[in-house]
């Protein structure tokens, strides 16, 4: 099958199996070509495909080779269907990881589940005994509760009033004003129980009832503050009201887990083009300008740079230093008053017609699609290839 980007908006619905290896091999070499890091020994990643997670995973293998067990929601490859990216990206993950003779094994379906979290445990229990670090990187627009059955969506709404800002199509080039109506009080209540704590301290819950946990471990979950012409869609819009959530559940965590030499904590991680933050409005068009800015400045980092990082200098190195609510930053480069200060200006002026000159709009929208697998130097996109691809782990 001859595997091209078939694209609307901000979804792809075709992955291309040989470049998303190449991505994921470009993070493993990157993460193998830092110090190695005196860190956790079995780890298990929430949202463990794309993204943070999938950074997370990989800095976890490759920098402190540790045993990681990764859950997520992919899809196999199906009839003209291809697989999705995710399921690509630990297919090539699961292959390196076990040709450097690290355990790797992955469970793919719902996480917010009783029975997924039970699978979870009793893999951890038959092969590793426990865990000693939890990262919990779900996105998602969905969750069914585990106990009542009710069906939540999130919604990226502001709150209050009404928000007008400027968008942009990242792959036209056109900057337009989008206006955003405010989220209702079910709204906000639906975002925050798919995107807020609960899930999460429901994992912590059951791995620790199940004694899975191991003494001192430490978890993790991870949060987006940016700056404040994005607030009133995120900081202080429905999904901000998550992340409040988020915080609100760390210091309890981190409170229980502590009576055993553990800790909890939120990270605050910088914007990244993920298949989750292209979905906002306003955002893509603040990431190319944050680029373009950050690169001129030598500090542009993707998902695994930011990971490593924390893994290496915050919670295995160097001091776990926290801000005023608690929170692990690893934002502090993108929130650098003399690159917000130029954010805003730039804003301000910032239209279809110089947008190419602005913002770095060509960069975002590479990794859009090296998201799925294209743009990669390197693969023949002409070629026939074969879209079933096996994760190692996962009998289908
Ligand atoms: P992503 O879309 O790349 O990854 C989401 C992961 O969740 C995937 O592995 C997916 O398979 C998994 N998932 C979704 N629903 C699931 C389900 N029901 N069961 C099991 N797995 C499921 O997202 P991302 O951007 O890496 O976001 C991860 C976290 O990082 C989020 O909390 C997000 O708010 C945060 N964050 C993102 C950014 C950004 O710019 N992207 C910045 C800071 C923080």
Redesign the pocket.
Known sequence: MIIQPKFRGFICTTAHPEGCATHVREQINYVKNQPSIQGPRNVL???????????SRISAAFAAKAATV?????KPASGKRTA?A?WYNTAAFEEEAHREGLYAKSI??????NE?KQETIHLIKQDLGQVDLVI?????????HPVTGEVFSSVLKPIGESYTNKTVDFHTGTVSEVSIEPANEDEIRQTVAV?GGEDWEMWIDALDKAGVLAEGATTL??????PSLTWPIYRDGS?GKA?ID?DATSHRLDRRLKEQGGRAYV????????????A?PV?PLY?SILFKLMKEQGTHEG?TEQIYRLLAERLYGGEATVDEEGRLRI?DLEMKPEIQDAVTRLWSDVKTENIKDISDLKSYREEFFR?FGFEFEGVDYGADVDPEVKIPSINE
Do not use: H, W
Not at 46 to 55: E, K
Not at 70 to 74: A, D, I
Not at 108 to 113: H, I, L, T, W
Not at 221 to 226: E, F, I, N, T, V
């Open positions: 990643v929430i949202g463990a495909s794309t993204g943070y997670g999938l950074a990764g859950v997520f929601f992919e999705t995710g793919n379906g719902d996480a917010f589940s997924l919990y990187s779900l996105a998602s627009p969905k969750r069914k995107m979950a991870y949060s987006y503050l940016g999904i992340k988020l990270s605050v991680n910088k914007a990244v083009v993920t298949q989750s933050s292209s906002i955002v990431i998902c934002d998201l």
